[in-house]
């Protein structure tokens, strides 16, 4: 019983008052079979007029049953002997299910059976998330024991109850558990009914607690202080081509100054495609260097990390700066050299995959760690991180997704949050075009002339989700293709089964203009900066992310020449692809999109990967925008005026893992 019971996630007393009902069932009243009503299963009661085994396909058992009021086929695909027999014609019988018009008229399939003539239920009845073995009967039994045993006290003041028109805890809790047979099922069913509120508020409100915790412990622990003369910073803002944009100066000020806080930097860096966040990233890791620490960049793509290696090579190494690169495709003694240098201390920048520093890679004198182009930093990521070194290092991460401040508010409350909102100069918006698939040779040509006019172009292949190996014999057979379409032209091919150094050559061939068109899996989707390449060709578009898509189009439009985006797609288009392609299609603003994909996606899904760090939500949606923001100023609150409130809050909805969060 304990493993079925863990299996749900259930673990103590408390943890059996909070499993709460997926759904209910009314089986409170019988419906007359002409007026049952559609898509939710109902009581019926009936004398079976037709009975027998039949066969379609295989043995079913049927009858026909009437009420008066009409009648209802009824069927079972298994059924046991004993069945047959309950089920005999002239009998008057109970029948619980949904009513479905089918092919003979309406039918219930499946119900569960009852004796007629007795009082039908006086409550709602409550299904739960369960498992194999776990009948709702015994789970109910089992909920209903610990509702008699434990104490369901009242966590937070009467005075923010009110103010918030919330329910107390124990009559929302008892609520949803024993429903009124008068309880309005259509707020019970979308979870809008004040006792749903009031769970899903506490439950927000432990999340954003807890995140501030988090907040609070790490300002009051140490890390290194940096204090520089700039000289380093000085002499690379002098070497570059271009000047900062104000969002860029601006958050970089904000980065100096944790960095010299003497408490460490967990920030998030939130900008746009192409906004100019690697340059902001080479900053902050002189600050640590002059300083006389280290610091390591992590990308998620090998791709992406060789591409950063070379731009930081170039930006840093004239200024004296000792790199570091560790990838997995390095041979054996060259890695243990680059692992040795690390550990000395004789390299002061080291750069690779999230993968290889997940390893065991120690550092001589960590002082900051950059993280490229992650959406999946939780909570847990970072400590395993903060261990590593001697000295918490601080923490830089760049987000590949916006998301609009207010979210970020809430669903970052455990981080410090930097926005560049602003794009650098003399950027040409990309033209984004709609192509049907059936038009694909004018895009051909298009691509071609484009090449032969001394530019570059990807060419992405669809995402199929089902097969890895399908989506890469795609690619193969795509590049096949354009290798035979364009002799004239070097046509490139990258994807993720690729060996690590055979990928880098090929991105070094098309970064050097060699390779003209490169064919490409949705690896590329991140980071890649290529300023020559003018023209995005997507195919299947209809099948991607709105983020994903927005990720594509900016790997175009990085240098001055106008640039386009060309999105093939296969008609007819279901109603979700239409809205994304419609919303890629009318905005190139990055905040915009996501406030668009989270619309289309909903949030769980949106931000679903952060789940793993934070707690997780079972109960409210991260979505539900004005009670997170009730929740976020009621743990402001809280922290500032009733700490015992906030170790019972923290202790009923997050138990043991409650623990080192007191305060
Ligand atoms: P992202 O924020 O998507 O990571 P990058 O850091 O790759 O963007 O920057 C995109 C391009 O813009 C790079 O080629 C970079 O050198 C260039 N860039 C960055 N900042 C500026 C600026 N202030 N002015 C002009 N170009 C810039
Ligand atoms: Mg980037």
Redesign the pocket.
Known sequence: MKDKLARLGIHSLWDRVLHLPLRYEDETHLYPIADAPAGQSVLVEGEIIESGVRFQGRRILACKIEDGSGSLEIRFMNFYPSQVKMLEKGKRMRFFGEVRAGFLGKEMIHPKVSRAGIEPNDALTPVYPTTAGLTQKKLKMLIDEALESVALSETLPRTMLSRLSLPGFEESIRFLHDPPPDAKRSELDSRTHPAWTRIKFDELLAQQLSMRLHYRNRKGRSAPVFRTQGKLVDALLASLP????DA?KRVYGEIARDLASGNPMQRLLQ?????????VAALASLLAIEAGFQAAVMAPTEILAEQHFAKFSKWLEPLGVRTAWLSSSLKKKEKEAALKKIERGEADLAIGTHALFQEQVAFGKLGLAIV??QHRFGVHQRLALRQKGSNEPHQLM?SATPIPRTLAMSYYADLDVSM?DQL???RTPVVTKLVSNDRREEVILRVRSACLEGSQAYWVCPLIEESESLQLQTAIDTHARLVGDFPEIRVGLVHGRMPNGEKAAVMREFQDGKIKLLVATTVIEV?V?V?NASVMVIEHAERMGLSQLHQLR?RVG?GTSNSVCLLLYQAPLGRTARERLKAIFETSDGFEIARRDLALRGPGEFLGARQSGVPMLRFADIGEDELLAAARKAADELLASDRDAVNRHLERWMGEKSEYLRV
């Open positions: 271009f000047e900062l944009t860029q900008g746009d495609v192409g906004s100019g966040k690697t340059i490229d182009e760049m560049i650098p100069p003399g980071g900066d300023a900016g990085r």
